[in-house]
Each structure stands twice: as C-alpha cells, then as structure tokens.
C-alpha cells in the first residue's frame, strides 16, 4: 500500500482556513443579529474575508496536486 | 496530468476508469480532467478539449440569450427580460456601486458583467446533465479572465496616479518610520502583483476541481460498489454513494453561484483599490 503523504499534509492545511472561515462567519451572523440594516455592508466584508481566509486552503490543494512526487515502486 | 500519456488512447479518462475493471477501483484524479475532441496534429498539446468547446458554448449561449433579450424591451417585462435586468442589477449594484462606489463604477459594470455572466454559466455547466463539464477545473481558462482583471486594475490605478512611480509611492501608506517603508513596500508589491492574481486564478479553479472531483468520487465509488461489491452492505452504501453524490449536487450548485460572485467581487475590490485617491 503507498499513497501521498501530500494529501495528509492537506488535510492539516485545511484546518486553519477551516477555524477562520467559521469564525468570519460566526462574526457576520452575530452582526446582522445585532443589526438587521448592516446586512448589505456586512454580507460584502464577509465574503471578501472569506475569500482571502479561502485562499490559504486552495493553496494548499494545489500544493497538494503539485508535490505529489513519484511513486517508488 | 501528462498530456501525452492519457490523450495517446483516445478513450476520455473517465470512460477508461470506470471500464478499467480488472485492476480493481481506480480513484478518479487530475487526469480525468483532460479531454481531448478533436485532435489536430494527433499526439501534441494542440487538441481542442472539452472544456474549450463548452466554453465556445456558453458564450454562444450568453450572446444568443442577452442580445434576444434585450431587443425587444418592454415597459412590463417578460420573463426572459426579468432575468437580463435581475442579473443586470445585480451585478451593477450589489457588486459595482457598492465596491468600486458611485463615481466611477459605470465604466466597469461590463467588465464585471462579463466575468460573472461568463464564470457562472461556465460553472454552473458544471452539473448540467450532458455538459457536465466545469470549464474552470482547467486552469488556463480561469488564469485568462485573472490576467484581464489585472490588467485592467493596474492600468486603472497607474492612470490614477500619474504614473508608474507614484502609483509604487502609493503603496506605502503616508507617516511611517523610515526603517519599515522598504519592509512593507515588498509585502504590498507580492500582494498587488504576485499574490492576488495567484489567489484569484487558483480559488476559482481549485474550487471547480476540487467540487467536480467529489461528485466522481461519489458517483464512481457508488458504481463500483453497487456493481462489484462482495456482499449486501457493500452494494448498500453504493446506494447511499448515490444518494450522497445528489446533496452533493446541489451543494455544488450554491458552490459554483458562490463562487462566480466571489469572483466578481474581489475583481471590483481590486479595482476599488485602485481608483481610490488614497491608500
């Protein structure tokens, strides 16, 4: 049995973006909770922090295709 | 991913997993992705692919549907003319005078328009049945709309500034100590020209990839197991796989909307930052 360790060194990586995308959200629910108007401003900042806690993840996932390296038998 | 070794059989990588019966299951991968239609000189690089020609659809498709749309118009719209202006709105405010603000953001509402039109369509053939192809797993594809999208940002924000220098002057906010200026113009220069083309070609493709290759997992291993699995359970959960790969279907539609406007998005964001006076 062999395998990419890469795929295991992802699944770690995915953890992090993981916390921060529950946590850009959790800010925004709250947010719009407390204020039901700001909902249009929040929704705009939520999801550019997404994107950006996002983008440590996807980089990961191509890190993960890229460094596969080569099978030894 | 080597081209050369999957296009030399001419079978469609996913057609040769699945029918690959004698090794055993064969998990679906990268290769699946590359799908060679006609191939012109044969073996080289120079194929058009599956993914080319459903993009070549959708842009047939977006024109045949906005210009057939938009031409009779209609104090009381049709339906045809109620989606054209909802996406329209849509794109215009929520994306372009919210971000890029009221001032300059009308000369941007095409490109904008364009690029979400294009991804979402381009993604959502993602799932259509018979398509079911998302154009954007190829990483060319999404890496030319990025290379437009900078461009155009930078363009916009060195013709702000007057000039090239004062648009890397900028980058640098005013009343910092001397010792941190060459610190932080490096960190901003590799966000502004290295790190955020990278960031929005790879989101939109690692997103399309990463969804498409779970509904292979799903709708394969569930073939596999249903089909040539040993005992009852096996062919159980084959059914389950099944049943799993369709929430995962509609998990993928809200996926490929999400990610169009996120696209779009931080395309405006970008382009905010560089019609802004001050940074």
Known sequence: ?73 | MSPTVVSASWLPAAVATAEGGEGGFQTPGVANFWWPVVPFDGTGPWVLTRPALVLLISVGLLAWFYLGATRKLSVVPTKSQFLVEGSYNFVRNTIGRDIIGSKDFLQFVPLLMTLFTLILVNNVFGIVPFIQFPTMSRLGIPLVLTVIVYITYHTVAIRRKHGVLPYFKSLVPPGLPGWLKPILFALEFLTYFVIRPLTLALRLFGNMLAGHLMLLVFILGGEYLLLHGDNLFLNASGVLSFVFSIAMTFFELLIEFLQAFIFTLLAALYISDAVSEHH
Do not use: C, D, H, K
């Open chain 1, 1 to 73: 049995m062999y395998g990419s360790i890469a795929y295991l060194g992802y699944g770690l990586a995915a953890i992090g973006p993981g916390i921060g995308v529950g946590l850009i959200f959790a800010a925004y629910i709250n947010g719009v909770a407390r204020q039901p108007e700001a909902r249009g401003m929040l929704q705009t900042i939520a999801f550019t922090g997404m994107a950006i806690t996002e983008a440590l993840a996807i980089l990961g996932l191509v890190f993960a295709f890229v460094f596969q390296g080569t099978n030894p038998n």
